[in-house]
């Protein structure tokens, strides 16, 4: 049960928040093999400026910055997280989001540090 919180520009979110989540979501079902119904996400749109980065670090182009934050169960090989990440940028490509204005982050804990209802 990853749970993704994910921080952008507002304008990108008002224009594309229910995309961006869909798309995320299918990056996790197709990489990860979770179920359909696995979904849990946490937008926090930001005003212009709330968001600081170095457009060009690591001798990457950024134009702006959107920020997916993962938390999931430390049990996915690294290849699976790299196959997420990579899915993930794929399926935002088609809506104008860039890989190199991308920064996701996956933070890992064990079964005992989660609460879903039950």
Known sequence: MPLIQVDLDRSLYESSHDAIGRAIHDAQIEALGIPADDRFQVFRPREE?????????????????????????????????????ETIAAKLGPLGI?????????????????????
């Open 49 to 85: 400026g709330e968001l600081k980065f170095d457009p060009a670090y690591n001798g990457v182009a950024r134009d702006s910055l959107v920020l997916i934050q993962i938390t999931a169960v430390h049990m996915y090989p690294v290849a699976v997280k790299r196959k997420l990440f």
């Open 98 to 118: 860039h890989a190199e204005d991308l920064l996701i982050s996956l933070v890992e804990n064990g079964f005992e540090d989660w609460f879903a209802g039950r």
